[in-house]
């Protein structure tokens, strides 16, 4: 049971009941089932995208970084679930809160930027092939380490900043529960960035792009990449719709009641209640990305290689062709190998 501010600002002695007593069972639940699925199958995901796969696109590099995320996150879910489990009552220091609720944010909008980087990559892969095999794999790398800066440049102010922290009836309230005036202060800029940049961009992206995208690979003849490139890209459209836009959208109709826009104590009461619902579900990514991993891993062969095993070295030779002399040999040998590495990166269209 909550009894936040007053949400009609206009009168002080009004308050809203804010109940919903489903959560200290829902959410020990579902965080429980999420961080033991979501460890065991990231931890197997990113054990296998580190091992060298015959044929590997160099974009697995945000597949890994996905997968990292994941394991961070479920990671912190102990704490929540202790935290639900003791009826909403942080026991913890205010650091471990400020960690355990920031990785709330850096797990939903690095997810929801790597699959607008995975949207960009497909799009340039299958429609520009050529355009493709000019991007080099640190290109992959330098985009990964932007995005992790940002997201520790955001994270690191709120971790830091202050505690996140509140207290009421004897119960310390964590990354919850804040007056009017926080929402109205220090939790405006984190949570309108948050909307804006860290979802309804990536996702206007995504739902606009992946089916132009889907309407363009579709007219290529059939194919097994044709049949990766469509099921990575509903997949991806499924997780974002399913998990991530019915919080945002609770999330966007709560920032509005607490700072003073929507003023009706009924409706107040329904986005309290429809936020723990959300949150619990935006935790199931962690289960879901990792089928993302499989299907677009499908059909290639898993090899792991040390890093002190020597590679085998690949000879090729030219056949057929005798009767030229050692320039022109030299010329048809570099046309073949040109075209095997086009082959090959043209094999690669079918993961991400």
Not at 71 to 90: A, E, G, Q, S
Not at 311 to 317: E, H
Request: hydrophobic share 45%; proline share 5%; with cysteine.
């Amino acid at each position: 049971m909550e009894r936040p501010a007053n949400v009609t600002p206009a009168n002080a002695s009004s308050e809203c009941l804010l109940q919903a007593d489903f959560q200290y069972s829902v959410f020990p639940a579902v965080y429980s089932t999420v961080f033991v699925l979501g460890l065991l199958e990231n931890m197997a995901a990113f054990y296998l995208l580190t091992c060298k796969t015959a044929g590997a696109p160099r974009s697995f590099v945000y597949l890994i970084n996905l997968a990292v995320v994941d394991t961070m996150f479920v990671c912190v879910l102990p704490f929540r679930v202790h935290y639900h489990l003791n009826r909403n009552d942080w026991v913890f220091s205010d650091l471990a809160c400020a960690v355990t609720g920031s990785m709330y944010f850096v797990n939903i909008y690095l997810s929801m930027a790597f699959f607008t980087c995975i949207c960009v990559d497909r799009y340039v892969a299958v429609l520009h092939p050529f355009t493709y095999i000019r991007i080099k794999g640190v290109h992959y790398g330098i985009v990964s380490a932007l995005l992790w800066g940002v997201a520790v440049g955001v994270a690191l102010p709120l971790v830091l900043g202050g505690p996140l922290t509140s207290h009421k009836s004897n119960r310390t309230a964590c990354f919850e529960s804040f007056g009017a005036g926080s929402w109205r202060g220090r939790m405006v800029p984190y949570n309108v960035c948050a909307l804006v940049f860290g979802f309804a961009i990536p996702f206007v992206v995504i739902l606009v792009s992946y089916p132009l995208i889907a309407r363009r690979i579709s007219r290529i003849p059939r194919s097994a990449r044709k049949r990766k490139a469509l099921g990575t890209i509903y997949l991806i459209l499924l997780i974002c719709i399913t998990c991530f836009l019915p919080y945002h959208l609770t999330h966007l109709l709560h920032f509005l009641m607490r700072a003073g826009l929507i003023q009706n104590c009924r409706f107040a009461t329904f986005i309290y209640q429809m936020r723990r619902v959300t949150l619990a579900l935006v935790s199931f990514n962690c289960c879901l990305n990792p089928i993302l991993y499989y299907f677009t891993s499908a059909g290639k062969r898993w090899r792991c290689q040390l890093p002190f095993q020597t590679r085998a070295t690949k000879v090729y030779t030219i056949s057929g062709r005798r009767n030229c002399r050692l320039p022109c040999a030299r010329q048809v040998q570099q046309l073949d190998v040109d075209e095997l590495k086009l082959s090959r990166r043209l094999q690669q269209l079918g993961g991400p």
